[in-house]
């Protein structure tokens, strides 16, 4: 961004707001929106929202919804090349009958919830005035707690289970517009 100085206040031009979708969670059928405001010079605040209420190939759930607010340091202005960010997360599942990275999805059904934070890296490329593309990688701790059910489409209870995860909890190719 071109961070001309205002005839009216003699201070470089920082954007306040930007609203965003992440195109890796969109690849995956799942909607999500950001929105990214402007706390200081070097801050920033980003709150995302990532909802898939959809029914899968061959009548399998990957339902779920993640709600992952994050607090940035940036290294230049906000909105500016590289930053650093603190990030927490919640959600909730109900997945069965998919297929992820292994079977695991495959023969169960597993619904319950999930918290965590983790510490991210990530840079921004302006593509004009207003667009912008991020990219963003994260890793941390995640604590998930869960039903598992025999089948995708049955009731019928097997355990409840907790799970600790660490690894991977952000990754984006995020397209941004800028909002004054």
Same mark, same amino acid.
């Given at each position: 961004?071109?961070?001309? #100085?205002?005839?009216?206040?003699?201070?470089?031009?920082? #954007?306040?707001?930007?609203?965003?979708? *992440?195109?890796?969670? /969109?690849?995956?059928?799942? #909607?999500?929106?950001?929105?990214?405001?402007?706390?200081?010079? +070097? !801050?920033?605040?980003?709150?995302?929202?990532?909802?898939?209420?959809?029914? %899968? @190939?061959?009548?399998?759930? *990957?339902?779920?919804?993640?709600?992952?607010?994050?607090?940035?340091? !940036?290294?230049?202005?906000?909105?500016? $090349?590289?930053?650093?960010?603190?990030?927490?997360?919640?959600?909730?599942? *109900?997945?069965?009958?998919?297929?992820?990275?292994?079977?695991?999805?495959?023969?169960? $059904?597993?619904?319950?919830?999930?918290?965590?934070?983790?510490?991210?890296?990530?840079?921004?490329?302006? %593509?004009?005035? $207003?667009?912008?593309? @991020?990219?963003?990688?994260?890793?941390?701790?995640?604590?998930?707690?869960?039903?598992?059910?025999?089948?995708?489409?049955?009731? @019928?209870?097997?355990?409840? +289970? *907790?799970?600790?995860?660490?690894?991977?909890? $952000? /990754?984006? %190719?995020?397209? %941004?517009?800028?909002? +004054?």
């Amino acid at each position: 961004y071109s961070f001309v #100085p205002s005839a009216s206040i003699g201070k470089p031009y920082l #954007p306040q707001v930007a609203v965003k979708s *992440n195109l890796l969670y /969109l690849a995956t059928s799942s #909607p999500n929106l950001a929105v990214e405001f402007g706390l200081a010079r +070097k !801050w920033t605040l980003d709150i995302a929202a990532i909802y898939n209420p959809f029914q %899968v @190939e061959k009548g399998g759930l *990957n339902r779920f919804g993640i709600i992952q607010p994050e607090l940035r340091y !940036w290294f230049c202005n906000r909105f500016e $090349r590289h930053f650093i960010g603190l990030h927490g997360l919640y959600g909730r599942f *109900n997945i069965g009958e998919v297929s992820f990275l292994s079977r695991t999805f495959e023969d169960h $059904r597993y619904k319950g919830w999930g918290a965590g934070a983790g510490i991210a890296y990530g840079y921004h490329l302006p %593509v004009s005035k $207003r667009w912008a593309l @991020e990219f963003t990688a994260g890793m941390g701790y995640v604590y998930l707690e869960y039903d598992k059910f025999r089948c995708y489409d049955c009731d @019928e209870f097997i355990a409840q +289970k *907790n799970r600790h995860y660490l690894g991977p909890t $952000r /990754l984006g %190719v995020s397209v %941004v517009f800028m909002i +004054k």
